[in-house]
């Protein structure tokens, strides 16, 4: 079975902050990749999907990349909204997510 | 764009089963592109998807709850349902409704509910 390890579990950061968020599959998984954003108390929000095509609506500071086992999540210039929770999932003919990086001020 | 709200009962007692509804706005459950699928999050275990139903009620499902788990699509309504038996405090959690372009590289989930919060507990 395959597995995604999301890093760091936890990530302090300011406004204004580049900031990468990696995930790792523990076998290749060609660019089926995505990830999405969550705020406390609400459901996730699509981002990125193909691991690098962003969803239509979200701001371009926000950038994917990767293939195989190693995919980053790149937020340029963090803004005060971009503080959540950002998970990674793996498309296939199930649903699979990693579990997740808190970005905190 | 869609709207998906769940509905049901936000206590379940042990060994019982839990039944959640999911109602669709703004766009049909007999859609050809989509798939409608539940996933839930709970603290211990995170986002953990349980399956999902295609247009053409075909269903797929976690294999760690597939034995528990029944999806149905309700074209009339408008409607997919879920039903887990046998809870255990185990299945507490956030229960969302999800409707995803396709499996593959199609399964990302593009609409999300906002999800109903299921206890189980007696």
């Known amino acids: 079975d395959i597995r995604l390890t999301q890093s760091p579990s936890f990530l302090s950061a300011s406004v204004g902050d580049r900031v990468t968020i990696t995930c790792r599959a523990s076998?290749?998984?060609?660019?089926?990749l995505a990830w999405y954003q969550q705020m406390p108390g609400k459901a996730p929000t699509l981002l990125i999907y193909a691991a690098s095509t962003l969803q239509t609506g979200v701001p371009s500071r926000f950038s994917g990349s990767g293939s195989g086992t190693e995919f980053t999540l790149t937020i340029t210039s963090l803004q005060p909204d971009d503080f959540a929770t950002y998970y990674c999932q793996h498309l296939n003919s199930y649903l699979l997510f990693g579990g997740g990086t808190k970005v905190e001020i | 764009q869609p709207h998906l709200q769940e509905s049901g009962p936000g206590l379940v007692k042990p060994s019982e089963t839990l039944s959640l509804v999911c109602t669709v706005s703004?766009?049909?459950?007999?859609?050809?592109?989509?798939?409608w699928g539940w996933i839930r999050q709970s603290p211990g275990r995170g986002l953990e998807w349980i399956g999902s139903?295609?247009?053409?009620?075909?269903?797929y499902m976690n294999p760690s709850l597939r034995s528990r788990v029944t999806i149905s699509e309700h074209t009339s309504k408008n409607q997919i349902s879920l039903r887990l038996k046998s809870v255990t405090a185990a299945d507490t959690a956030v229960y969302y409704c999800?409707?995803?372009?396709?499996?593959?590289?199609?399964?990302?989930?593009?609409?999300w509910g906002q999800g109903a919060l299921v206890t189980v507990s007696s």
């Open positions: 139903i295609s247009y053409s009620g075909t269903t």
């Open positions: 076998q290749g998984i060609y660019n089926n």
């Open positions: 703004g766009g049909s459950t007999s859609d050809s592109s989509y798939y």
């Open positions: 999800a409707r995803h372009p396709g499996l593959y590289g199609g399964a990302y989930v593009d609409h």
